[in-house]
């Protein structure tokens, strides 16, 4: 593998493609059709592109300068290659790009090819390329954040939607110069957080032994958000997305891709191209709907202000909580003892179900596009009865959101069956017994990934978190998964940080501070705070 310097994800000759060449073309792995895409709505207009580079395993290239149409036509009827790179800005780009348009970027998609964007901004101050634009690490975060609008400005001129992946191109540099150390990653954190706040994925490109081997050490660093995919260069020619400087846990599965043959050039169809040669294995990550009240793909907090009664979205972006962004929702909802938030009418919006705690009588709020409620629409008139409201996602699996409740007389719980008309039908019982040691009950979607919604309760005397596995008309026996003492207002957060599982949210009661533990299909996490000041906001939801 080689450290050095490169103009731009490095030139450099290499004999190897001709010596594989052949063996390349027989052996790609591309999980995608050839056929070329179009992508038109009912009359016949050009529709928004899909993210890219989308779902995708197999070779691509990165060439300076976007080739031509003509080029990219004969390089996708005679080369291996399926995706490419395309540099869409930054104040370091290398090379002038006169055929890189959104006219170009949409004939290239619906011709069949996944293009993966790349920015090349500011550099580090200890880089080993020849830069004259490099971070001042006494203000990396604001550069970050600026390099990262102005990307997310690039890539919808191109006409790149939302959810597609954005690589910053940082070149290899001295790891072992702290402060610049200190400034690559408060750099690459202020990016990742600025494009998830901007609806789009964040991705990294550097060198293995300096940029990627810090981003590792800083993997699971509370508070840090790391980029969604990294794009590795190391050139020994092997075309895996493995390597020893990466844990296999991490960017994993499907968030990796490797450099794996610097600058060289490659003939097909007569055609020539000064390329680096690269392996993808890229899925889109899930997006976080059943918390998404800011619908931009990321687990959001939901909370009540107890001293107005004033109801907050704070936005998430899978790494922490912010207050600075927050979003007024309602006022007046002091009165509720019991609020969820559901997709009751099923129109892709978070809905809210409140109880009024003096008449017992239960609401519909239907979400607006806008981020506010609509008008309220009562569904029972006192159900004073229950305890527990607990949103607990599809759980029949017919299509509709669901309810459950737990009777306060015997302790018996009820599923309250979403269905058509945005109200619920005849409840049905799921589970017998007094739970009346229990507390903090949460949908915690589908937890182990079985197919099946699940339940989160928290055991009043131990503290001890328990997971409900769903079945079929009701649970599984209980398994314990972690711990929740010293926490209150337990929240299924939804794929919080987008890696497949899904996670709690929960404040812990002595400091007002908000922690997050990430699911892995068996257990949870060790606790990490993600935010602050929420002593005094409660329930989450």
Not at 157 to 166: E, F, K, R
């Amino acid at each position: 593998m080689s450290d050095a310097p490169k103009p731009g994800r490095h030139r450099m000759s290499s004999p190897w493609l001709k010596r594989h060449r052949k063996r390349l073309i027989g052996g790609a792995v591309v999980l995608l059709s050839l056929t070329p895409l179009v992508f038109m709505n009912t009359a016949g207009a050009a529709t928004a592109l899909p993210p890219q580079p989308g779902n995708f395993t197999g070779y691509g290239f990165d060439a300076c300068t976007a080739p031509s149409s003509e080029t990219m036509d004969v390089w996708l009827r005679t080369s291996p290659y399926r995706a490419a790179g395309i540099y869409i800005g930054g104040v370091s780009r290398g090379c002038a790009q006169p055929n890189l348009t959104a006219d170009w970027v949409r004939e290239q998609v619906n011709r069949g090819w996944r293009l993966f964007p790349l920015y090349v901004g500011p550099q580090a101050s200890c880089t080993k390329a020849t830069k004259k634009n490099l971070i001042d690490n006494s203000a990396a975060a604001s550069q970050g954040t600026a390099a990262a609008t102005d990307a997310v400005n690039q890539a919808r001129a191109l006409g790149l939607s939302q959810q597609s992946v954005l690589i910053y191109d940082m070149e290899a540099y001295d790891s072992t110069d702290a402060t610049c150390k200190a400034g690559v990653l408060a750099f690459m954190g202020a990016w990742s957080a600025r494009l998830h706040d901007l609806g789009y994925f964040s991705g990294y490109y550097s060198s293995a032994g300096s940029g990627i081997a810090d981003q590792v050490a800083v993997y699971n660093k509370p508070g840090y958000v790391r980029p969604d995919y990294v794009d590795f260069a190391r050139w020994d020619t092997k075309a895996t997305t493995s390597d020893a400087v990466i844990p296999s846990g991490y960017w994993s599965p499907n968030r990796r891709m490797k450099q794996f043959v610097g600058g060289h050039v490659e003939t097909f169809g007569g055609v020539s191209i000064n390329i680096d040669s690269d392996y993808l294995d890229f899925r889109l990550l899930p997006g976080a709907t059943r918390s998404d009240w800011t619908r931009n793909g990321w687990s959001d907090v939901v909370a009540l202000t107890k001293s107005t009664g004033n109801l907050f979205a704070y936005p998430g972006n899978g790494s922490y909580v912010t207050d600075s962004q927050r979003m007024s929702i309602a006022g007046s909802k002091g009165g509720m003892d019991q609020l969820v938030r559901m997709d009751l009418n099923r129109d892709g919006i978070p809905d809210l179900i409140t109880r009024h705690r003096k008449t017992g009588a239960v609401y519909l709020y239907p979400g607006l596009s806008n981020g506010k409620l609509g008008t309220r629409k009562q569904l029972y008139k006192d159900q004073r009865k229950l305890r527990e409201f607990t949103a607990i996602g599809d759980f029949n699996r017919d299509g509709y959101q669901d309810l459950l409740a737990q009777q306060i007389s015997n302790g018996d719980l009820y599923l309250y069956p979403g269905v058509k008309g945005a109200k619920f039908g005849t409840r049905k019982i799921v589970a017998y017994g007094n739970w009346s040691d229990r507390t903090e009950f949460t949908g915690a979607g589908d937890f182990n990934r079985d197919g099946y919604q699940d339940l989160v309760v928290k055991e009043i005397k131990t503290g001890a978190l328990y997971l409900y596995r769903g079945k079929s008309g009701g649970f599984q026996a209980r398994v314990k998964i972690g711990s929740a003492s010293g926490l209150r207002d337990v929240l299924g957060a939804g794929d919080f940080d987008r890696d497949g599982y899904t996670d709690l949210i929960a404040v812990q009661a002595s400091t007002g501070h908000l922690f997050l533990a990430r699911g892995n299909g068996k257990t949870l996490s060790a606790w990490v705070r993600i935010s602050t000041g929420y002593k005094g906001r409660s329930p989450l939801l």
